[in-house]
């Protein structure tokens, strides 16, 4: 998205900020068999830290500056060194082509025309590289799970930097995966007949796999040539642990919810996280952003960047790459209106002082 350059441009009801998630969702539903909508929307355990992601962003309340003669916003900013057009960014989500018949693909499209990042699963639907080759000047990072086979995993890593993502991102949430009641109660299983993605094309042999520790950060970082950001980092120590460790990127995150519940909220770990990696290295944040509101709250707060899951989804589903793109360019124009109303001109210097505690 181009810098807003006409505050008049936002006239009550009639922008792409009017977006509404609520009905993206109710009307993703209608399109998605019931299981596959919860398996999208479900969390962990009692779902505590899926309900609570988005209420503890609103714990926060903004400090506007009056008078400051702002007539534009800077929107676009640097992340590990690719220029993106927008600060939010589609976090990485698995099987695409449950959602919408384009996949992966479909998601590249809509985040290179909203001049977003993306980030690819290791469980795509599709093979890493055709959907690094999709908009391939669009920046994207690919996510890295570890698999059964630690030559799979490696293998995987090394392709990732040759297929030309700019960054590797160690998912360090699901040392096994968290309990979904959803889809327990469901019995709900990944259809068999998807495209296969990045699973080897000989079957890997289920070998024994160590479970990551921090020095797989930088072997990874070799491995792929790549720049490593550690997702679902939730502690300052852990942070700080990671940079030394390596990483360019910490990236706060509660999976979603569908990891260890409850955990603490995304939006109150970010501070501690922040305090503990210094300069030393970027800070991303996930996990219940649903407003241009709670973006700026996260870069407030010290993020670079947010990331959106389930609107990115709903997106999909509902609009294929429009729909996409249609989501992160409503989020990002509420973002730029709530900038031009509090004052805030750049989203690379949003100032500590512009939120405070509700009370
Ligand atoms: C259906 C679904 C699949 C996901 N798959 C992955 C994945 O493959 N890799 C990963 O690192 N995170 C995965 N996540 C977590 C997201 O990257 C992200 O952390 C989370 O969705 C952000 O919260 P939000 O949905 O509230 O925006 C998944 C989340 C959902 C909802
Ligand atoms: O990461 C997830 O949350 C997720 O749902 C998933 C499911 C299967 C494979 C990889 C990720």
């Not at 947010?306 to 997106?315: E, K, L, T, Y």
């Amino acid at each position: 998205m181009a810098p807003t350059s006409d505050p008049a441009a936002y006239l009550p009801g009639t922008g792409p900020e009017h977006l509404d998630l609520a009905a993206l969702e109710d009307q993703a539903r209608t399109l998605l068999p019931p299981a596959v909508a919860d398996f999208y929307a479900g969390g962990a355990e009692s779902e505590v830290t899926l309900g609570e992601a988005p209420a503890a962003w609103r714990s926060w309340r903004l400090r506007p500056r009056v008078l400051g003669g702002l007539s534009a916003v800077r929107l676009g900013t640097s992340l590990l060194g690719s220029e993106v057009a927008t600060p939010i960014g589609v976090a990485p989500w698995a099987f695409q082509a449950l959602a919408h018949p384009d996949g992966e693909r479909g998601t590249a499209r809509g985040a290179a025309a909203a001049g977003a990042l993306m980030t690819v699963s290791t469980s795509a639907t599709a093979p890493l590289a055709a959907v690094a080759a999709t908009e391939a000047d669009s920046p994207k990072w690919f996510q890295l799970y570890r698999q059964h086979s630690p030559a799979h995993t490696d293998d995987l890593a090394r392709r990732a930097g040759q297929a030309g993502y700019r960054a590797l991102v160690l998912t360090v949430d699901l040392p096994v995966f968290g309990r979904r009641l959803r889809d327990v109660a469901n019995d709900f299983a990944v259809p068999a007949d998807l495209p296969p993605g990045n699973v080897p094309a000989s079957g890997s042999v289920a070998a024994e796999s160590p479970v990551w520790t921090f020095d797989d950060i930088g072997r990874f970082g070799e491995l792929s040539g790549l720049p490593v950001v550690a997702k679902g980092v939730l502690r300052g120590d852990d942070a700080a642990r990671c940079v030394q460790a390596g990483a360019a990127g910490i990236w706060v995150s509660t999976h979603g919810g569908r990891q260890a519940d409850p955990v603490i909220a995304s939006a109150h770990a970010l501070p501690e996280v922040v305090g503990a990696v210094g300069d030393e290295a970027e800070v991303y944040v996930d996990g219940g952003i649903r407003a241009g509101s709670d973006v700026l709250t996260a870069l407030a707060l010290g993020a670079s960047a947010v990331f959106v899951g389930r609107p990115a989804i709903w997106g999909l589903v509902t609009g294929g790459e429009a729909g996409v793109a249609r989501m992160l360019d409503g989020l990002t124009a509420q973002l730029a209106h709530t900038m031009l109303l509090c004052g805030v001109p750049d989203v690379r210097a949003v100032p500590r002082d512009a939120i405070t505690p509700a009370r």
